[in-house]
Every structure is written in structure tokens, then in C-alpha cells.
């Protein structure tokens, strides 16, 4: 795994701290890349031939397949031993965080505004019911939950170390990756596009936020998240990288910004974690605070369409098991229909699946590299223009 890149806000780890967190990383390695073939096998040899004599057909749905593999000694033990990896994960890196918290605290007070970038929390927000009701990727507290009451940073801390550890370095030193992509899809699909003002939806610690900085230096760039004690961290992180972001704490289904006031808003895997209810409040806010011209996409692991079910139920796993409920039911939904209800024009609807970024090219073998091709490696961006 390639190294995280250090700032002055990523917490460091002690030697035992690290070697707990470099065994978690190699755990989840072991089982997401290297034993996906073996689960594909196991389905393909034994599952899907047993279904078959039972019913007289192949599983038909992911929810077939779910409960067909769950019946078998060497899934539960993947699937278990996954979830135990998961929970590791954020004991690990939260025993380093808990250790640096007081002076993590301490260096985002001081950290100076020498980018130009801001910080505006509200109190009052209301935090949607759909994170309140579980704790997302089974992080204790979720992005919100402030843990002291003098500037705590403590969930964005978990979040910036924990996300490198969960893609196991995938995505850069930075865990940039998807907004690299995106910036990578408008410069190529779109070379004459260039945005003035620029919003990122639930941007957690800024991650996918910054590569807009570096693609458009002259654009004024806002990112949006409910989790004041991400956007705090999120704040001295841009800052101690040296990148000018306007963070606010605001919920996307209802922003407090003025009517056509942004060229282009993207989001990074985040309208799976909100609900049936709310991606359609959020893609109608799109309409509103775009102006003419303007454009909004959004990348997500790509729909079910069209996918053999054991795919599907491969994706789907986090939703039974990983606390994420709604990524079944988004990757149902019809993008471009979602489009058209909130405002746009069909013909202006976008909508591409496309290889993920991903900037280190060591994958172990050439067994890895396929089961990477198969579960990984495809991302949906969709959305649509305004004119």
C-alpha cells in the first residue's frame, strides 16, 4: 500500500498503532481482493448448481443469491470475517486519534487562513434521520456526532486516516481519487467547460473537494457536509494543504445559497448514504443553485441494470452488513428520470460508466488484477447540464 500523505492534521500513528493498522489494511486486502475469486467459484461450483436443483432455475436477484450464499460455511466465515475487518479498521486508527485528539484540537484552532478558505457551522442543523438512524460504515458517531464541545475534530480525524486504510491506499496519498475522476471526466468530455463557482455535496473531510482547486485555480470553490466536527477538520486540512475551500455545515436538500449561483456541483459517492426520499429533494436543490449552463454530476458505483445477480449482490453486501441500507434501492433508481422530476431536460441528461481512477499500478497479480476488473474497478457519473 502506498503511504498517506502527511499534513499538519493527519494524526500520527506509534509504531504498534501502525502495525495494527498495516495488519487491518492486509486483512481487508486478503478478503476483498484476493479471495473474490474463491467466492465467485464457490457460487458458480456449488451455490448456483444446488439453487438450481431446488427450483429448477437460477437465482434470479441479488436477494437470491444472499440467501443462497448465506447458507454456506465458507461465505459466512468471508463475510464475517469482513465486518470483523471493518470494526478493526476504526479500532485502530481510533486508538491513535483518542492519543492525538487534544493537540489535533489545538492545531485546527491555530491553523491560519493563509489559503483565503472559511468556515461557517450552524448548531441549529438538523441532522437528516437517515444518519441518525445507524452509524455509516460502522464508524462510531458517524460524520456528526462532536465528541468535546471545544472545537472537536475527532470524526473527521477517524475519517481521513480510516478511508485510506478502507480503500487500502487506492485512491492516492490523498484519497482524492474521485474527484480526480470527475475533474478527468469534465476536461475530457467537456474541454470547454469552466466554472466560476463550484459546490461539493457532502464533502465529509474534503478529500474528492480538492482536486477541484487544482483543475479550476480560478474557480471559487464550497463544499457542504452535516458533520461539524468533519468540517472542522476539513477546514485545517485544505488550509494546512495550502487549497482555498469555503466549508459550511448545511444539509443538500436544502442549502441557504441564492438561486443559480453555481456553475457546476458534484458529489462523491454520497447519495448512497442518504435516502429514497432525499435524492430527488437533492437533485431538485441541483436545479435551483445552478445557472444556466451549469452543470451537476454525481459518481456513484454503477446501477444494477443489465448486472448478473451475484454482482449485484456482491455490491449489495453493504447494504445488509456494512450499515449503508440504502445502496440496494439507489442503484435501482433510474438516473435520468431523477434528472427530469427535479427540472432538467432529457436531452441534457448525462450519464457514463467509466474505469475508476486509480493512480498506483501494483496490483499483486494478475488473479488480483482480473478480481479488480470484475468488483472494482467501474464507476457511474451522471447528471445533467441546466439550460
Not at 493563509?114 to 445507524?134: F, K, M, N, V
Amino acid at each position: 500500500m502506498p503511504a498517506q500523505i502527511s499534513h499538519a492534521m493527519l494524526p500520527l500513528a506509534t509504531h504498534d498503532e501502525g502495525a495494527r493498522q498495516k495488519f487491518v489494511t492486509a486483512m481487508r486486502e486478503q478478503l476483498t481482493l484476493k479471495m473474490l475469486p474463491d467466492t465467485r467459484a464457490l457460487y458458480e461450483g456449488i451455490v448456483k448448481p444446488k439453487f438450481a436443483r431446488e427450483h429448477g432455475r437460477a437465482p434470479q436477484d441479488r436477494a437470491e443469491v444472499r440467501r443462497a450464499m448465506g447458507r454456506e460455511p465458507p461465505h459466512q466465515l468471508w463475510s464475517s470475517a469482513l465486518r470483523t475487518t471493518q470494526e478493526m479498521l476504526w479500532d485502530s486508527v481510533g486508538e491513535t486519534v483518542a492519543r492525538e485528539l487534544p493537540s489535533l484540537v489545538e492545531r485546527a484552532k491555530a491553523t491560519l487562513p493563509r489559503s483565503g478558505g472559511s468556515l461557517r457551522l450552524d448548531p441549529t442543523l438538523e441532522i437528516p434521520r437517515y444518519l441518525l438512524a445507524q452509524d455509516n460504515h460502522v464508524m462510531p458517531g458517524n460524520y456528526f456526532t462532536d465528541i468535546r464541545d471545544d472545537g472537536d475534530v475527532y470524526a473527521g480525524a477517524m475519517y481521513d486516516r480510516g478511508v485510506f486504510i478502507f480503500l487500502k491506499g487506492d485512491k492516492g496519498g490523498l484519497s482524492d481519487g474521485f474527484g480526480v475522476l470527475v475533474c478527468r471526466f469534465i476536461t475530457e468530455r467537456f474541454p470547454e467547460f469552466s466554472p466560476k463557482r463550484i459546490l461539493d455535496l457532502g464533502c465529509t473531510v474534503g478529500n474528492s473537494t480538492l482536486p477541484y482547486v487544482d483543475q479550476f485555480p480560478g474557480a471559487e470553490v464550497h463544499a457542504i457536509d452535516v458533520g461539524a466536527p468533519c468540517l472542522r477538520y476539513a477546514h485545517a486540512r485544505a488550509e494546512a494543504l495550502g487549497k482555498r475551500v469555503h466549508f459550511s455545515q448545511q444539509n443538500a436538500e436544502s442549502t441557504d445559497f441564492p438561486d443559480g449561483f453555481f456553475d457546476l456541483i458534484v458529489s462523491h459517492l454520497v447519495l448512497h448514504e442518504t435516502s429514497n426520499k432525499a435524492v430527488p429533494r437533492i437533485m431538485r436543490e441541483c436545479h435551483r443553485l445552478l445557472g444556466h449552463g451549469g452543470l451537476t454530476l454525481h459518481a456513484e458505483t454503477p446501477p444494477y441494470a443489465g448486472v448478473d445477480p451475484f454482482d449485484q449482490y456482491l455490491c449489495d453486501w453493504d447494504t445488509h452488513y456494512n450499515l449503508e441500507p440504502f445502496i440496494g434501492r439507489l442503484h435501482e433508481l433510474d438516473q435520468r428520470r431523477m434528472m427530469i422530476d427535479a427540472g432538467f431536460k432529457a436531452a441534457d441528461c448525462v450519464a457514463e460508466t467509466i474505469p475508476t481512477y486509480r493512480p498506483t499500478a501494483d496490483v499483486a497479480s494478475e488473479t488480483v488484477r482480473r478480481s479488480l476488473d470484475k468488483y472494482g474497478s467501474k464507476r457511474t457519473i451522471w447528471g445533467a447540464f441546466k439550460r
